[in-house]
């Protein structure tokens, strides 16, 4: 090589592998590889070591350093300079932004400190750059608490009120079992390093069976697709457990042993004949059928329930429905047998919440909950009696709510108020971003310190920062570190720097062989509820719980059968599951992944498209009385008949009208969990 520095540059000496974490709203949290080179990452990938990553990556994460790296990262405070929701912006310092923040803030807080509320979800599942410092901040002011339920709280109560807590199989075991139900989860989507133990079954002679409204790419791999109407999945469950009442199915001394309220549930599954199941369901007689006979008689059966079942109405009853099947038949008794939803139950005794997030801060004080799903109609209320003072000012971190909260034309309004004061921690100028007073500009996972847990498997991880900050950039904990200090928060609690949260976050673990390793695994029963042992009271799984009552099918809000008046204008269920390039609303703006998304659509069955005149690739109007969304259309295989799909969750500043697919999706919640209800919405879809 003639340039000698060039040479230097990439001698092996300057390569530096920094150990990671992926940050992202996914079960898989990876462990991360990290080389950098002159102060500078210059790749991402997967630790071969760490069991559930084995050395992969999805598409998206591999791409981190493009997305750290953006031309269009925020990189200094910035103030509005035009009207609300604008996205007009002068850069500022941090002292003249945290100062005026500090001020607007403590006079509201004089006033009344509800009015101030944080909005955040899981933009980073990391424990110090989610709810740490951030946490005691809020919790110290009195404000608002935040309800946190976009995703998950219909079916992680629903499961929690069956098994006792958010447990279930262990990932590895899937590679062991001979029958595998995914039941309402695209997993080569949005669950990539479960699908992996999925293949190494299905190498073995495992039968795999997708149970999902879209023929996803993951419906296409596995054996069989049984492609119910949206929102179900209860009924479905009835009826499994009704055949296996009828063919002496069940393993009685399992449940004599281990299940309470099986009694009540024998006389409601026993009103659910496969033949009222295939109706409510849109499948065939002999799909339900075949189904239970296969469950019932396939050993070991494993059930990888997802997210994507609880987003409508019934979805809680739904999932405590299918988590009492594996305790009828006994499945858990076998490696490769029972369910999983979510892991992060098993953490409780690794993780230390109150340690850092410090509730005994609100001192006696009991401030309202407010909903994050509901954000579009709370954000336009006034006061009252009943709702506490208006919404005055709105924190935002590790979330984009103006694109990924339902009911948008609302939320939109709601954050265009003028006399509403929003700061945004971001990345990125988002949807959200752009309506806020102030943006101040966050690190990336490549830039700070975090711990992290994951709901897919039982590893605790560590991430490094593997570069200094980029531009003016700070993690949250140091922004709400700066912000505490301003408004004279004197605690110790405040000063406490990522490492002192770090131990604090996993008190009972060897921080410095996680910190070496990179990741530990939890010391956990190998076959959790063989012999019961759930986390309940009494350790028996719970078919009636108190105040909940048995599980019973709950039919959506919105479907042919049980709103026909509505169905008469709006025919079509709408579901908006993930995009696979995408993460939630992270990565619509990395251009390379975004031009493998092409461009916003919804996805039609060829005789729902025929009957409207709608052809390949044209563009049309997906709409209902709260609002309508132009997209593209895509007609083929991937939507059943009767139900649309639209692909989320784009930005809406990048779709063809500045709207997303959230335009049309209610504030309604779920029976459990208080959970939103997306894929509970009847549209109509016509030519633009
Ligand atoms: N690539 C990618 N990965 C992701 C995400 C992403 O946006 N992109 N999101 C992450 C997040 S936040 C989460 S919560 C997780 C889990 O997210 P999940 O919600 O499990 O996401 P999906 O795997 O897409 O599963 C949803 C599936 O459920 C189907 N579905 C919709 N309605 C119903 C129904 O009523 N019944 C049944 N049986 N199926 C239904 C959809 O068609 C879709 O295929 O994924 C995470 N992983
Ligand atoms: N129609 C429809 N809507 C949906 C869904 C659906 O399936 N259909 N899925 C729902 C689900 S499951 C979920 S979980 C929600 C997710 O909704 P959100 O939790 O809002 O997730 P994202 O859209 O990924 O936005 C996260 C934001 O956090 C920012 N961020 C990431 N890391 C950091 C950090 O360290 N500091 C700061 N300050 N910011 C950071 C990112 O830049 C990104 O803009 O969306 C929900 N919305
Ligand atoms: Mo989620």
New binding site residues.
Partial sequence: MSNTTATAAVTAADLQIIRGACP?????TCALKITVQAGRVIKVAGDPDHPPTHGAL?T?VSRYPERTYHAERVLTPLKRSGPKGSGQFVAVSWEAALTDIAARLGAIAARDPEAILPYSY?GTMGLLQGESIAARFFHKLGASLLDRTI??SAGGEALAATYGGKLGMHLEHYADSRLILI?????I???LHFWTFAQQAKRAGAKLVC????R?E??EKCHQHLA??????GALALGLMHELIQHGWLDEDYIARHVDGFEALRDKALAWPPERVAVVCGLSVDEVRGLARDYAQTRPAAIRL????Q??RGGGN?VRLIALLPCLTGAWRQRGGGLLLSASGWFKGARDDAALQRPDLLAGRRPRTLNMATVGDDLLRSASAEFGPRVEALIVYNSNPVAIAPDSAKVVAGFQREDLFTVVLEHFLTDTADHADYVLPATTQLEHLDVHTSYGHTYVLINHPAVAPLGQAKPNTQIFRELAARMGFAEPCFTDSDEQLARQAVPRLDFEQLSQQGWVKLDLPELPFADGGFATPNGRAQAEVPGLGVPDFVPPYESTQSAPALAQRYPLAM?S????????SSFVNVKSLRSIEGEPLVELHPDDAQVRGISDGVMVRVYNDRGSYLCKATVGARARLGVV?GL??WWRKLGAAGTNVNELTSQRLTDIGRGPTF?DCLVEVARA
């Avoid at 992202?24 to 898989?28: E, G, I, R, V």
């Avoid at 997802?306 to 079942?309: D, E, K």
């Fill in positions: 992202h709203d996914c079960p898989d999805c998206k899981a995703c998950s039941w309402g989860s695209n997993s989507a949005s669950n149970i999902d409204p879209r996803t993951t419906a119910l109407l949206p929102g179900t999945d997802n997210y994507g079942v987003r409508v739904a579901i599951p993930p995009a696979r390039h995408f993460l939630n799909n989320g969750v894929y």
